[in-house]
Structure formats: C-alpha cells, structure tokens
C-alpha cells in the first residue's frame, strides 16, 4: 500500500512533532483512498490535546467540532486517518513502530502515521528508506516517517510504502 504525502500535510506533521518535542503531537490526516494507496492531501492538528511524552489523546469535544466543520467544507478530501509522534524522552528514542495502544485504536481502511523524532547526531538530507519509510532531519531533530494500515484480509497491522516528492532530497536547516 503506498502513501501519497502532500506538501502541506508533511509540513504540518514535522512542525508538530518539532514543536512540542518531547510530548507526543496528534492530528487528522485528510485526503482519499484507493484500492492500493492513501493519498494523504492535508494534515490538521488537535492543539488541545492532553500530551505528555509517552502518550497523546484527543479532546473529543474539539474533534467533533472539526468534523462538523469538515461536513460543510465542499471537498473529495475526507478523514482517513490520524498522525502521532512518537519523542525521545531523555535517552530513550522514539521509534516509528505502533505501541499496543497505537494498535487497538487502528480501524480497517484508515492509514495511520507515526513521527518517529529524536535529537540529531548529524545532518542528513531527506530520502526514502527501504523499508517504506521516509527520514532526514530538521534544524536539530531527525525523524522518520511511517505509514501503518489494516490489511482487510487478515485484520494485521502492516507498514506501507510513504512517498512524498516535496520532502525528498531537502536538507532542512
């Protein structure tokens, strides 16, 4: 399953993850679904959500108000999905693999993208990876990109392949 990221929603995941580095960031992700991709057209993040550096939750009230929102907005872009970062917290690294918890609230036919950011050890310029994922750094943070889904077949938890032209190739001062 491969993973279409725009400009826009890729800028607005890494300014949320760096922003509130050490605490966990989370937003929706907009766009549309095909047979064989996610293509992921804009990302919006939940400012009033509960973080701390281990978990995020959101604040069902606002997320309701943004849906209701997002029903008067004429557009082919729907919520596919939602984005989190997972921080490093002192010398433990975030990873970009689902928690448990990441798991259990995973629904059939959304796509799921976890911001692996940690503190950067050397500038690196952004490319894709081959295990799907996409990284580089940010002023001086590194992260990963991942895109996570359930395979309406066996209900597991699989990686897809992230791409995003935008992102690729920069070295983010």
Not at 55 to 70: P, S
Request: hydrophobic share 40%.
């Amino acid at each position: 399953m491969e993973v279409y990221v725009s400009d826009n929603a890729f800028l607005a995941m890494v300014s949320a993850a760096i922003e509130v580095f050490q605490k966990e960031t989370l937003g929706i992700l907009l766009g549309y679904r095909s047979d064989r991709s996610y293509v992921v057209q804009n990302a919006i993040i939940y400012q009033t959500s509960d973080r701390s550096n281990a978990l995020v939750a959101r604040n069902d009230t606002a997320h309701r108000r943004i849906e209701a929102f997002l029903q008067n907005v004429a557009s082919h872009a729907s919520i596919i999905g939602d984005f989190h970062s997972h921080p490093q917290y002192g010398k433990n690294r975030g990873g970009f693999e689902p928690s448990a918890e990441d798991i259990e609230e995973m629904l059939e036919g959304g796509v799921y993208i976890i911001l692996e950011i940690n503190k950067k050890h050397r500038k690196m310029k952004w490319a894709y990876n081959k295990d799907g994922t996409m990284s580089g750094t940010v002023g001086d943070y590194y992260l990963k990109v991942a895109a996570w889904f359930v395979e309406p077949e066996t209900g597991k938890v699989r990686m897809g392949t992230v791409r995003c032209p935008f992102g690729v190739g920069f070295v983010w001062q």
